[in-house]
């Protein structure tokens, strides 16, 4: 399918073949018919990509403050890598689009395939021909809306946020600082509800359309000058309430607002506007200061947006699914017309003429106002008949060995550890890249010379070229797509964690013990790489024929994450137990090469803090030996303490692992290991290559694995019980 997308880190822009998206469980998949190019969020967007680094960190300083903290913590090696791969993901273009359903994930009973639908969401409701959309960013359109109005309802559902936020009623004055699209939907929509509409912009031709579309009066040019206009035309009393659509740095709209807003008025801020409160005439008038979160409630919140979780209808009367079905059924009313907006139109193949607008203007000398791309293949009756093309080759894959691999998943981790590092390992033939995206697929496949790209995980397994899959995706499918490649023969190496859960555990456990026919023909590895650094091996060396027990403490300064990132879903991530702290479950037992048999956890936690139960804990383990090993994974700590530091304490001896930089050693003769940070990842992916190209011993015994993934279980049931828990 063809898909709009643009370079961060250059800016350049193109119209790429990518492979259709992947129907996944609460979404469905949508075959575009029409969609907005928004002539203010895109054009910033767009403009922000075309920076120099400079600029962008001059744009953006929360990043550059989030990367000089991963320098500190993390090195400059790890941080270069992972910033290059972030400026060299490429970005989807478009956020609000209508077309016809032609496919209905799992758990999604209210839309049929050949139903016609708004769709809204950055990275959903793209400019491409087909998009997957979760539940809640669809809504149904009337038979009586055309989709090329109906693409507007991402922009209107925005519009109908800001005039729910001014909480107006008949009769009221509102005035509209800032008449491009959103501003001139807030028009229409302030008239629908029966207020006195006053309108400013510094285009005259906009004013010109607000008048057109029921504005009572006008004011064009400089809003100095307006604030006068406007308090004369409101009877010298001032605005009701005062909605700012403009999208601007300045500071004057927002002073503006304060002038025209009668005492105890109202000023909503929808637009991109500076924000330095002239605090004199909002304190003498009182004036209700509000801003308005883009569609309404829901937006930004995984677990409404991705995960179809809806709120009470009786306590969120108008979430952002409930703006867009109010803004489509207005729609079909007739009491908006997006029509009306549209200066210019493009069928996808031209998408690019619709950008160069923003640099060059129209060749006619128009201004752009409402930009729609169509979609010729996708009509208004049009059902698709053939499925989505879910594969789109590229050539020779690179040339290696006879050893082929392939990619399912390619995250920040895969794109900036996995995939580098098997380049330079070498001897691998790069087949195919596996993603929900076409777009992500289709980037890394190009840029590190895969075959193919696919939406497809059987596109992988049913390749008779592939002798070994990585699997690199989130959490909650590396068991169900581990168990798939196994059983297609495959070797696999699945990022940690194993699984999430005690019934994925179970299949696992059930197919590496099958010894008939049809059980498992490669080897299963899991990515606990820090047994595999030279600073571990060296201290499992510095305690070998050891006497007496092991006494390992093990701190991890993991620093915080929000409560609504993936990996703190339980279903999704499975939380930071489960996601992160197998790996030092998995350190602890290497270094004493003594299984754990019973586990104890505690967490640090108050409410007043952002950190959750499983956050900050200290965790027990009580290995076959007699070794002890405590884990503290923390998230209060500073900042700019490295991240990682291992102590153990044996026979006499002593050694300290310094993040994987510097490990001492007191007692003994072992060689003090130092040098650039290494926790183990080339030696990790060499291991596993090793063990597909000649057979032999899998480099984690497969008892180890499901151990490991079992004791991290332990802990939560630890921490929720308060029990200690024998693992047998």
Known sequence: MKQIIQSYRSGELWLAEVPAPALAAGGVVVQTAASLVSAGTERMVVELAKKSLLGKARARPDLVKQVLGKLKTEGVASTLAKVKSKLDTPISLGYSSAGTVVEVGQGVTDLRVGQRVACAGAGYATHAEYNFVPRNLCVPLPDAVSFEDGCFTTLGAIALQGVRQADVRIGERVVVIGLGLLGLLTVQLLRACGCEVLGSDLDPERCRQARQ????????????????????????????????????????????????????????????????????????????????????????????????????????RWTEGRNMQAFVELLGDGRVTPAAFVSHRFTIDRALEAYELFERGASDGRSYLGIVLQYPGAAEDAVQSAPPKRRVELGAARAGSDLGLGLIGAGNFARSVIVPTLEKLGRCQFRGVCTATGMSASHVATNHGFGYATTDPAEIFGDVNVDAVFVATRHDSHGPLALAALAAGKHVFVEKPLCIDPEQLAEIEAALSDVSDAGPKGCLMVGFNRRFSPHVRAMVEAFKGRTTPLAITYRINAGVIEASHWIQDPAVGGGRIVGEVCHFVDTCEALTGSAVVRVFAASVHSASTRVTAADSVVITLSHADGSLSSIQYLAHGARDVAKERIEAHADGITAICDDFRRTSFHGSSQAEVKGSQDKGFGAELQAFLDTVRYGGAWPIAAESLLRTTRATFAIGQSLRTGLLVDLG
């Open 213 to 316: 579309l029921g504005a009572q009066a006008v004011v064009p040019g400089e809003l100095l000058s307006a604030a006068e206009a406007f308090t004369a035309v409101a009877g010298g009393q001032g605005a009701d309430a005062v909605v700012i659509t403009a999208a601007t740095p300045s500071n004057q709209p927002i002073e503006t607002a304060a002038e025209v807003a009668r005492v105890r008025g109202r000023v909503v801020v929808v637009g991109l506007v500076g924000m330095e409160l002239p605090r004199d005439p909002f304190y003498k008038k009182e004036l209700d200061l509000r801003l308005s979160m883009s569609y309404g409630p829901g937006r930004y919140d995984p677990s409404y947006e991705e995960g179809g979780h809806d709120y009470p209808f009786g306590h969120v």
